[in-house]
């Protein structure tokens, strides 16, 4: 009797020590550096949200939105973090990748410039010297924001270089605004002088298009359905965490990555990237929950004028799926 006791205790600890089933491990790479627009992704970790869905979460950063997309389409990374047209003009060329969710449903492109030289409004870019990075998506979309605010490329001065070029033009004052992203550039231009930097954003100027976004190889899609829908969901429970606590998400940036920026500026980052996740028509919805008419918008003005090829209109839904994230309340 004693042997039989030992041996059920046995098994019973065995299966008291025994592992849990183990982890799914995912790599997520972002489309650049770290900065405050990522909060979410961090804080989602930090906070076990990812761990719940089984998911075990490696974040890289990335070198640009064209090079994580390609890491998507050749699968050496699972999910990417991307300015979704990019992603759309790899797609149109055969790269094997679509979007999961659209997290940016209104663009954070703005022409921005010290809050001391008073541009507010397109008017005062006249005469002004404008700071560009060639072949950019601002850049590409910049003629259409001419175009519909009534401005010609004869009203103000213009000086080109690579990003870091394009920033130092502006902390050094050879120009008086770059083209840049309102939760992005404008914090890198505050940490290196500490002074405030004003937005003209291009939305408010009816210039409605999808920015970033979650994309993935199509053919991983396929084979992991319910990994894709539980990394959704996740990701989508983890933006709803970090909305309500804009300071701790960008705290957990530092937490994973101590030389990952300044807490003030990563925050201000993070709270001017969440009015850019819902539209008028996403408004009392989840993250990521685009629309028809958001894509379908988006792909017409990057045909027009963001170089992408006119076949994209046939289909615009081929360039994203809403099939995969949550439904309301789950």
């Known amino acids: 009797m004693k042997r039989l006791i030992g041996a059920v205790s046995a098994v019973v600890m065995a299966f008291a020590i025994a592992p849990a089933q183990a982890a799914d491990k995912v790599v997520l790479m972002l489309n650049w550096y770290v900065y405050g627009e990522h909060a979410p992704f961090y804080y989602g970790k930090a906070k076990g949200i990812y761990a719940a869905e089984g998911i075990d979460l490696e974040i890289q950063e990335g070198r640009g ?43 954070p492109m703005s022409a921005m410039g010290f809050v001391d030289k008073n541009i507010r409004k397109p008017e005062d870019i006249k005469g002004k010297t ?93 084979a992991n359905a319910d990994l894709v829908r539980r990394f959704m969901s996740a990701t989508t429970k983890a933006v709803e965490a970090a909305e309500k606590e804009p300071k701790a998400a960008a705290q957990s940036i530092l937490d994973a990555n101590p ?26 919805k989840r993250p990521f929950q685009v629309t028809d008419q958001n894509m379908t918008d988006t792909v017409n003005l990057l045909v ?18 809403n099939d995969y994230l949550p439904k309301s309340g789950s």
Do not use: C, H
């Not at 300044?262 to 408004?283: N, S, V």
């Not at 170089?307 to 615009?316: I, M, Q, S, Y």
């Open 259 to 284: 030389k990952g920026g300044k807490i003030d500026t990563l925050t201000q980052g993070f709270e001017l990237t969440i009015p850019l996740y819902r539209t008028a028509e996403t408004k009392g």
């Open 65 to 107: 939105s064209a090079a994580t997309t390609q890491a998507v389409a050749a699968k050496t990374a699972d999910f990417g973090y991307v300015d979704v047209p990019t992603m759309m003009r790899a797609a149109i060329k055969g790269a094997p990748v679509v979007a999961t969710g659209v997290l940016l449903q209104t663009s």
């Open 130 to 222: 404008v700071a560009i990075t060639p072949a950019d998506s601002m850049t590409q979309i910049w003629p259409l924001f001419l175009k519909k605010t009534g401005l010609k490329e004869s009203d103000f001065k213009t000086v080109a270089g690579d990003g870091q070029t394009k920033l130092n033009a502006v902390i050094n004052g050879q120009a008086d605004l770059l083209l840049g992203y309102v939760m992005d550039q404008s914090m890198k231009i505050k940490d290196a002088t500490g002074k405030d930097v004003y937005p003209i954003k291009f939305a408010d100027y009816g210039i409605n298009m999808v920015s970033s976004g979650i994309i993935a190889n199509t053919d991983y899609v396929k």
């Open 304 to 321: 027009e004028y963001g170089g992408l090829d006119a076949k994209a209109k046939e289909n615009p839904k081929a360039f994203y799926t």
